[in-house]
């Protein structure tokens, strides 16, 4: 399964983004839908789950602000980000795991970088 992301760009503070991450390839089912970042110089955070049966998580410092969500048919995963801080500066990096038809998969996509500023 492999996954584009994309949505990054540079916005000012108090503004929103909306990050997509798309999975092609043959899926049974998806499990869980995970979005990440890494802030220059710092290590990489989770910042928003989504698992099967709709339950998400976020990080503290996004909750509030920041909205996971799914589109089923088109197995893509959505990151909208609003009130955007420059804290917020980061690759942002999608997860998706899950059953293929002949194993489990966990791909990863390719990072999209967001850049807040204020």
């Known amino acids: 399964v492999q996954l584009q992301a994309s949505g990054g760009g540079l916005v000012q503070a108090g503004g929103s983004l909306r990050l997509s991450c798309a999975a092609s390839g043959s899926v049974f089912s998806i499990n869980g839908m995970v979005w990440y970042r890494q802030a220059p110089g710092k290590q990489r955070e989770q910042v928003a789950i989504?698992?099967?049966?709709?339950?998400?998580n976020y990080a503290d410092s996004v909750k509030g602000r920041f909205t996971i969500s799914r589109d089923n048919a088109k197995n893509t995963v959505f990151l909208q980000m609003n009130s955007l801080e420059p804290e917020d500066t980061g690759v942002y990096s999608c997860?998706?795991?899950?059953?293929?038809?002949?194993?489990?998969?966990?791909?990863w996509g390719q990072g999209t970088l967001v850049t807040v500023s204020s």
């Open positions: 989504l698992i099967s049966g709709g339950s998400t």
């Open positions: 997860r998706v795991y899950g059953v293929g038809p002949r194993a489990n998969f966990d791909s």
